[in-house]
């Protein structure tokens, strides 16, 4: 019953370059990640955000509000039409 167990430590390769590369690729990915986290949690310093901020003022849309014209294409089928 007394056996013998090998108590040594396993031999552990070296690091390849490879694993190096994988090893700090991991870590700026995981720094990247926590950076874009941040920058969506964190509020903006700016007081409205953007999506409810005027575009054009009550004054600029009446002044840009052009009343319709019908096409050209519409007013000649209605001369052709008058000519029958």
């Keep these: 019953m007394a056996t013998e167990f090998d108590l040594t ?8 370059l ?19 986290i941040l920058s969506i949690l964190l509020p903006s310093k700016s007081s409205e955000p953007e999506w409810e901020q005027p575009e054009l003022k009550p004054a600029d849309v009446t002044k840009k509000q052009k009343p319709a014209t019908p096409s050209s294409g519409k007013k000649a089928k209605k001369e052709s039409k008058k000519k029958r």
């Design 9 to 16: 430590p396993p031999e552990v390769p070296e690091p390849t």
């Design 18 to 36: 490879f694993d190096n590369v994988l090893r700090y690729g991991l870590f700026l990915a995981a720094i990247f990640q926590i950076v874009c």
